[in-house]
């Protein structure tokens, strides 16, 4: 099947305008990844389909479209050096900060089947299970696809997943099943809320936040879209407050209101 230009252009724009996701130098990639897709819906060329999703005729087909375009891979304490920071440097300072509320605001933006906000979790309920009031250590999880927040919801992880991890911490947060895959346990389930929910969309939450992640999700984003949505993470930090992105990623030294601090971490002064 075959892709014009013309189409590639209106599928790339519709996409960026609605996902903030960048297509325009993956003509290759979309015309080998959507093709039996298409296929399977019925489609016998590429204009029918462009034509159906700009109309927004077929909103069912958006999200397949971009997990084919887009991966959800990740693992359980991916990136270890974020979370010795967020161990030795940020919950020290969130214990103090939340002494008398003893209730943390912690969002992981873009955290695919869960492995993200799990790990944090496992965090916050070692390091605070020490006091003797308990803390409310709940944080929020959000993706754009619905398989993927299915997923964490219900969820299955394979050893492979958990390597990072350390043993005691697999024996106590994990519950091996019969073929050999791993579950998370209730505790840990409750700490953690997932929503569905559109980087691109205004974020009104209820509260500002003391700790962002959003990491290995804007690698997808061009830079007038990222530098947006850093503008609008930053409105939603507390001043003090974090926000972790990927090792790999960067922001720009002109345009981020946050203050770098050590590779992949910023602070909100
Ligand atoms: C590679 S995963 C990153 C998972 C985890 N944060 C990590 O670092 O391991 C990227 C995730 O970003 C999500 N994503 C991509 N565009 C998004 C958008 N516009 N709004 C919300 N989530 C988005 C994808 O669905 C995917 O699950």
Request: glycine letters at 4%; a positive charge; charged letters at 25%.
């Amino acid at each position: 099947m075959e892709l014009c230009e013309e189409d590639f252009i209106r599928l790339s724009r519709y996409v960026k305008q609605n996902y903030g996701i960048d297509l325009s130098k993956k003509k290759q990639l979309i015309t080998s990844r959507l093709t039996k897709m298409l296929l399977e819906n019925g489609y016998r060329d590429f204009h029918c389909y462009v034509e159906d999703i700009t109309a927004g005729r077929r909103p069912d087909l958006i999200l397949p479209t971009l997990s084919r375009i887009t991966t959800n891979y990740t693992y359980f304490q991916r990136e270890r050096e974020h979370f010795v920071y967020l161990n030795k440097t940020v919950l020290p300072e969130l214990e103090k900060r939340h002494h008398t509320d003893r209730c943390l605001s912690i969002w992981s933006a873009g955290c695919s089947s869960g492995e993200e906000p799990y790990t944090i979790s496992m965090y916050l309920l070692e390091y605070f299970s020490k006091f003797p009031v308990k803390w409310d250590t709940r944080i929020l999880a959000t993706d754009i696809s619905d398989e993927m927040l299915e997923q964490a919801q219900n969820p299955v992880y394979t050893e492979d997943s958990l390597s990072a991890l350390p043993e005691q911490w697999r024996n106590r947060y994990f519950t091996r099943r019969a073929d050999g895959t791993y579950t998370v346990t209730q505790e840990l389930r409750q700490n953690v809320i997932f929503r569905r929910f559109n980087l691109m969309d205004p974020i009104q939450f209820q509260r500002p936040f003391d700790l962002i992640f959003c990491r290995n999700v804007m690698i997808y984003f061009d830079q007038g879209t990222k530098d947006r949505l850093v503008k609008r993470f930053y409105h939603a930090t507390v001043p003090g407050g974090y926000l972790f992105i990927g090792h790999s990623e960067s922001l720009s030294k002109t345009d981020c209101p946050y203050q770098y601090l050590v590779p992949a971490i910023y602070k909100k002064m």
